[in-house]
């Protein structure tokens, strides 16, 4: 049972963190409330005091993130608008977008979103924009391919098609996810990423072969990929790339290595769908591990995972 010396003990206590928190200077309150998980939790600290009233307008970060499919989109993109707006045109660490998004009323309002935040020197731009009733991507404007802020990069759902040269001369990671390209956009991202140490393709398609000859490129993670022809067949070329990462679903006829062949780890965790004009699934399956086994032979660290388990353990008992 408290008594009334304890509470007023615990209520002195609790003063004297109070009073040691708003006696920390503005540096640090910023650096709190930019870790805070978004933008809308960041402006809401302004309500604790005056003092914290304008704080998050000098936030590193940005992040806004719309879950609702359905509803309220209209606010989102309101607010969005609003918070940009009142913000100076500072330092910008990281801006995380996910939306849905109809191309026709909001497609310029996150055009004038993203100059604000390259403006702003951005480092890390991540990107999820879905675009609602329809399967286009979002056009990415010319001034985005060419940055030398950039280190990191996640564009999911966006159009990879530069009018013009690619320079992101300080990117060490770039995350590509249900875009498509072709050849010449890999390419292309190798010659003008210098630094470029790792990529990671998650359900990317409108390429054959992956032409990866970067020295600067060391990891590669291929995460799935779905087309609507079941046939493709795609060709990887990496013969400076030191771990690779095949996994989620693949539907595709084969995944031929051509050159890996400063490969030191590799994990396999992938699955090839059943289809219903597919009536040999398990041959296709066995085949292409088989592929992979004998190309990756040299790897010191191989692992197989669970995916593969049931195509690995009647190959490895041969």
């Known amino acids: 049972m408290l008594t009334k010396e304890l509470v007023e003990e615990e ?3 609790e003063d004297k963190d109070e009073d040691l928190i708003s006696k920390l200077p503005d540096c640090i309150l910023v650096e709190i409330v930019s870790r805070l998980p978004t933008t809308k939790e960041a402006i809401r600290t302004g309500t604790l005091s005056k003092r914290w009233k304008h704080l998050w307008t000098s ?4 992040v806004f993130l719309d879950h609702n499919e359905n509803k309220f989109v209209f606010d989102f993109f309101s607010f ?3 918070t940009l707006t009142q913000r100076p045109r500072l330092k910008l660490y990281t801006f995380r977008l996910h939306t849905y998004y109809n191309s026709r009323l909001y497609g310029s309002h996150i055009q004038n979103w993203i100059r604000y935040v390259v403006s702003c020197n951005v480092e890390h731009l991540i990107l999820r924009l879905w675009n609602r009733g329809h399967r286009n991507e979002f056009p990415l404007g010319q001034f ?3 940055n ?7 564009l999911s759902c966006c159009a990879l098609n530069p009018t013009g040269a690619i320079s992101w001369k300080n990117l060490r990671k770039l995350c590509i996810a249900f875009g498509k390209f072709d050849e010449d956009f890999i390419e292309n991202v190798s010659s003008g990423s210098p ?4 990529l990671e393709l998650k359900y990317c398609y409108g390429y054959k072969r992956l032409n990866i000859t970067s020295k600067s490129v060391k990891n590669l993670v291929f995460d799935g990929y779905m087309h609507a022809s079941y ?3 795609i060709e990887f070329n990496a013969p400076n790339i030191l771990t690779l990462t095949v996994q989620d679903v693949l539907v595709l006829t084969k995944f031929l290595l051509l050159n890996v062949s400063s490969l030191v780890e590799a994990h396999l965790d992938y699955t090839i769908p059943s289809w219903e004009y597919v009536t040999t699934i398990e041959e296709a399956e066995e085949e292409m591990l088989k592929g992979f086994i004998l190309n990756l032979r040299h790897v010191k660290h191989l692992k197989v995972g669970i995916s593969c388990s049931k195509v690995w353990f009647p190959l490895w008992m041969l």
Do not use: A
Request: proline share 0%; aromatic share 12%; charged share 20%.
């Open 80 to 82: 969005v608008d609003k």
């Open 144 to 146: 985005v391919f060419i």
């Open 11 to 13: 209520i002195r206590f």
């Open 231 to 233: 046939n493709d067949i």
């Open 195 to 198: 630094v470029l140490e790792t």
């Open 148 to 154: 030398s802020c950039f280190t990191h990069i996640t």
């Open 59 to 62: 936030v590193s970060n940005l």
